[in-house]
C-alpha cells in the first residue's frame, strides 16, 4: 500500500494582494487613531487658548482630553504593529501553505469596541464642558451686568451710595488695605453750585499687591491704586463700577499668576453691592 502524501495548496497571487490590502487597510486604521488622537489631545489646549483670547480667567482644566488623545495614538501605535506582526505570519503561512480561508475578527471586534468606549467617554465629557461653559457664561453675563468694550464693569448695588461705600470701607479695613482717597465728586460739584446725581470714587490699594505688578508692568501704574466709583443715576438707582481684571490684564500684559493681585477689586464690589 502507498502512504497518502499530503501536499501543500500552493498560494496564488491574489491572496498574497489579499493580505497586502489587509496590512495596508491596517495602517491606515492605525493612523486614523494616531491622528484623531493628536486632534483630542490637542482640545484642551484650544478651548485654554480660546479662553486666553476671550480674556476670560480660568475656570476648569481640560486635561482630560489629553489622556483621551494619548490612550488613541497608543492604540494606532499598537495597531500598526499588530498589523505588521500579523502580515508577516500569514506570508508565512502563505508560503508554508499552512493558510486558512478563514481568519478570526478578533481585532477589528475589539477596536470598534474600544472606540465605542471611547467616544462615548468623550461625549459624556464634552458634555459636562459644555454645561460647564454655559454655567460659566451666565455667571460672567450676569457679574459684568453693563460691562462694555472698555473694559469697565456695572453692578447695581442694594444700598444708597453713602451705604455702599461704608461698606466698602469696612472690608477694606477688615483685609488690612489702605484707601488713599474718597472723592466726593458730587459734593464738589455742590461747591461749585452744580448739581450732580451722588457720585464718589474710592481708591485703595496695598504695596505689596501693587509692587509686583509694577516691576512686571510698569505701565499698570496709570491704573493703580484700584478704584471703585459708587454712583446714583437720575431715576435713583445706585451702581457700583470698577475696570475689570482681565481687562486691566490685556492692556498691560500682566503676567497670569499675577492676576489674583487686582482680581479682589471684584470680590469687594459684589460683597459691598449685595
Do not use: C
Not at 499530503?6 to 491572496?15: G, I, V
Not at 478563514?102 to 469596541?113: C, D, E
Not at 477694606?172 to 489702605?178: I, Y
Amino acid at each position: 500500500m502507498e502512504a497518502p502524501t499530503e501536499t501543500a495548496q500552493k498560494a496564488a497571487l491574489s491572496d498574497y494582494l489579499a493580505a497586502e490590502r489587509t496590512l495596508l487597510a491596517w495602517i491606515r486604521t492605525g493612523l486614523a487613531l494616531m491622528g484623531f488622537g493628536f486632534v483630542v489631545a490637542r482640545f484642551g489646549l484650544f478651548l485654554q487658548e480660546f479662553q486666553v483670547v476671550e480674556h476670560a480667567p480660568a475656570m476648569q482644566s481640560y486635561g482630560l482630553s489629553l489622556w483621551f488623545g494619548t490612550a488613541l495614538i497608543a492604540v494606532g501605535v499598537v495597531v500598526n504593529i499588530f498589523s505588521a506582526i500579523q502580515h508577516s505570519r500569514l506570508v508565512r503561512e502563505l508560503r508554508l501553505g499552512q493558510h486558512t480561508l478563514s481568519r478570526p475578527a478578533t481585532p477589528g471586534v475589539l477596536i470598534a469596541l474600544f472606540l465605542a468606549l471611547v467616544g462615548l467617554a468623550m461625549a459624556i465629557y464634552l458634555i459636562s464642558v459644555r454645561s460647564s461653559a454655559n454655567s460659566n457664561s451666565q455667571n460672567k453675563e450676569t457679574s459684568m451686568a453693563s460691562s462694555t468694550d472698555n473694559g469697565i464693569i456695572t453692578k447695581p448695588s442694594n444700598h444708597s451710595v453713602d451705604e455702599t461705600v461704608d461698606k466698602l470701607k469696612i472690608l477694606l479695613q477688615s483685609k488690612g488695605v489702605n484707601i488713599f482717597a474718597l472723592i466726593d465728586h458730587s459734593g464738589e460739584a455742590q461747591k461749585a453750585g452744580l448739581k450732580m446725581p451722588n457720585t464718589k470714587l474710592l481708591v485703595f490699594g496695598s504695596p505689596k499687591a501693587g509692587t509686583p505688578l509694577m516691576l512686571a508692568s510698569p505701565s499698570i501704574a496709570i491704573d493703580l491704586p484700584l478704584k471703585i466709583l459708587v454712583a446714583e443715576d437720575d431715576k435713583g438707582k445706585v451702581s457700583v463700577s470698577y475696570n475689570s481684571p482681565a481687562y486691566l490684564q490685556q492692556r498691560h500684559g500682566l503676567p497670569q499668576d499675577l492676576l489674583q493681585n487686582i482680581a479682589v477689586v471684584e470680590i469687594l464690589a459684589a460683597k459691598a453691592a449685595e
